[in-house]
């Protein structure tokens, strides 16, 4: 599904945040992954970001 928005759209980026959880996901198909930190208490929280300019 990211891919046909990438391949269908002509965004500069696609920015998403998420948690531990899910962070492997956006990892495993090319965003890179910034930690935001403990956003909330006991939770760490993660900026994915992927260049679609490249």
């Not at 391949?7 to 890179?32: H, L, M, P, W």
Request: proline letters at 2%.
């Amino acid at each position: 599904m990211v891919q046909y928005i990438r391949d269908r759209y002509s965004f500069s980026s696609i920015c998403a945040e998420t948690d531990q959880d899910a962070v492997n996901f956006y990892k495993n198909i090319g965003f890179q992954i910034t930690s935001l930190g403990e956003k909330y208490p006991g939770v760490e929280r993660f900026t994915c970001l992927m260049n679609c300019c490249e």
